[in-house]
T-cell receptor, first 113, second 116 residues
Framework: DAKTTQPPSMDCAEGRAANLPCNHS???????VYWYRQIHSQGPQYIIH???NNETNEMASLIITEDRKSSTLILPHATLRDTAVYYC??????????????FGKGTKLSVKP | GAVVSQHPSWVICKSGTSVKIECRSL??????MFWYRQFPKQSLMLMAT?????????EQGVEKDKFLINHASLTLSTLTVTSAHPEDSSFYIC????????????FGPGTRLTVL
């Protein structure tokens, strides 16, 4: 399974864009990149996922490099409620059709006023 | 849409008793449900994966006789912590996926278990 590497923590000013990087250099051609976040004492929340093209939804944008070895999650206008731990995950498959989400340590994003 | 609930949200029990946690997908049918455990200041650890009507698949190191999982319907899975001990105190979180092959999982709010 492809491992991911993220910085342990980042700060962002309220109203500015938060850019969260993730390295996944061992990703294979058909593996997706998923992003989740976990606000303190809550269950994780799905944000976005992508394969090779950049993706955007109401929460965030996902930029994947052409070689797919890294990606960046962008929160365009961070708010205090975006303070959370952000997880970049490349689901592992055990031969079945459903991949397991293996949560690493993620990036703790602190949005400051 | 895609809301997952858990009950109870927190529970305190005595050592040696059993505790049941329910996980429900409220507005969709879940093809697969997952159970995670999270200790303080640590990340989520997958405990088991279950499909409706079949036995759960447990991750290495998770005792299946201690953590009983029943997936009775496409909207309900239960986790029973049997003979709970203080070291079982943790945040238990379930999730559900609604499409085979799609790793978009919808998580419940979690259940905080404290064993005295």
């Amino acid at each position: 399974d492809a491992k991911t590497t993220q910085p342990p923590s980042m700060d962002c000013a309220e109203g500015r864009a938060a850019n969260l990087p993730c390295n996944h250099s061992t990703i294979s051609g058909n593996e997706y990149v998923y992003w989740y976040r976990q606000i303190h004492s809550q269950g994780p929340q799905y944000i976005i996922h992508g394969l090779k093209n950049n993706e955007t939804n109401e929460m965030a944008s996902l930029i994947i490099t052409e070689d797919r070895k890294s990606s960046t999650l962008i929160l365009p206008h961070a708010t205090l409620r975006d303070t959370a731990v952000y997880y970049c995950i490349v689901p592992s498959f055990d031969g079945g059709s459903q991949g397991n989400l293996i949560f690493g340590k993620g990036t703790k994003l602190s949005v400051k006023p | 849409g895609a809301v997952v609930s858990q009950h109870p949200s927190w529970v305190i029990c005595k050592s040696g008793t059993s505790v049941k946690i329910e996980c429900r997908s409220l507005d969709f049918q879940a093809t697969t449900m997952f159970w995670y455990r999270q200790f303080p200041k640590q990340s989520l650890m997958l405990m088991a994966t279950s499909n409706e009507g079949s036995k759960a698949t447990y991750e290495q190191g998770v005792e299946k006789d201690k953590f009983l999982i029943n997936h009775a319907s496409l909207t309900l899975s239960t986790l029973t912590v049997t003979s709970a001990h203080p070291e079982d105190s943790s945040f238990y979180i379930c999730s559900a996926s609604r499409e085979v092959g799609n790793n978009e999982q919808f998580f419940g709010p979690g259940t905080r278990l404290t064993v005295l």
